[in-house]
């Protein structure tokens, strides 16, 4: 049915077997002279398409049949009796997502510069990545197998961009039709299978805040706790993307937002007992409002799509801050550099950073670097490239440089644009620390 969808990232997943990359010595892997380059093909006779279908054939059974494929064109049939939870010591290649039938009005695809590595233009939709990293998917054109294989393998939770319950205008947003647009009936399925769900709202001024929005919260929560939260997060407009259907966020309407969802969140926290609906702190930053309370956020369901990060990295910074007192630096002088961050948490770092070098005689200086690859609008960390550093070169001080180590890429020492970190610190002529909170904690309070 929705076959239109299938592309050539799907066709791979459909690749017979998943290829062995590591087999750890010692272990059962090895015993079996599996190697790097050998395709799983069978567990137990069932076909295996990827490393999580390896793991939920294979798991728990202690009697187990393999048919392998050696790299040398060769094909084995392995029966192994193993011992209760005895690990194969084997480690598989990454998945290759599924992308994307969808055209929304804000995708950020439609956002990148004409000469954008490709790999930013990739449009996952995968209800695999969505279970493993917590990618959200739209769920407009789930295969049957895909759906099939949630429920079976209980790939749960599962994060969705539902965007608005009106179909009408969730079509819109997504530049799909009303039939695709509708997922009540997958969700149901999904819930009705123990199933959980994150739903996303990328809120969109004027398209779906204001009744829309009202009523998108008010129909996902009387699924809670099937549905367990809702993420409302704002567009987000680079220089490139000018569609003129999207208006563009501003502080007043961030602070209209929060007025009118603060209202439905307390009642939900009466009815639900949990706030149920966040809004992304994008919102409460650009209204030039505190985030709220730790109590507010719960069991921080949605952080990794910016609902929280503030309050939480406040907590930690607070919890650095009692560490310091106890244990102050043994070589303040030897923190004298520049942190660098987004434009929407400079304020609030800069606070930070002054309250910490009161109190141990470091001279950290933070540097809000403003984003002129995607344009000003982008103000946060992890968009941030090489170009943009280097523009903000003439603002360093001191002897070292702190990059947040969202700006590069998870896998790579290298940032959005390219520029790699090696290249990056000569061109500045200051060492570069690619720090996480917890790398900047040791490096302030050692151990
Ligand atoms: S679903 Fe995501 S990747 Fe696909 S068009 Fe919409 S925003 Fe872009």
Redesign the pocket.
Known sequence: MYEFAVTPAVTQIRRRGVTITEVAPGTLGAELELEPGDRVLRVNGRAVRDYLDFRFQAGGETELTLGVLKRGGEEWEIEIERGEGEDFGLQFENIVPRQ?A???L????KGNPPDARPALSF?D?DVRLSFLYGNYT?LTSITEDEMRRVVEQRLTPQYV?VHATDLKVRAHL?GVDERRADISEKLRRMMDAGIEIHAQVVLCPGINDGEVLRRTVEDLAAEYPRVRSVAVVPLGLTRYNTDERLTPVTPEWCRKIIREVAALQRELRARLGSTFAFLGDEIYLRAGRGVPARAHYGDYPQIEDGVGMVRSFREEFARLMRRLEKRPPRDPSSLRGSVLTGTLFAPVMTDLIGRLNARTGARLKVVAVENRYFGPEIVVAGLMTGGCVLAAREQLEGDFVVLPSSARKSDEPVMLDGARLDELERQLGLPLRVLDFEGFARMVAGG
């Open positions: 994307c969808n055209e929304c804000f995708c950020f695809c449009r939709e739209t961009s997504l």
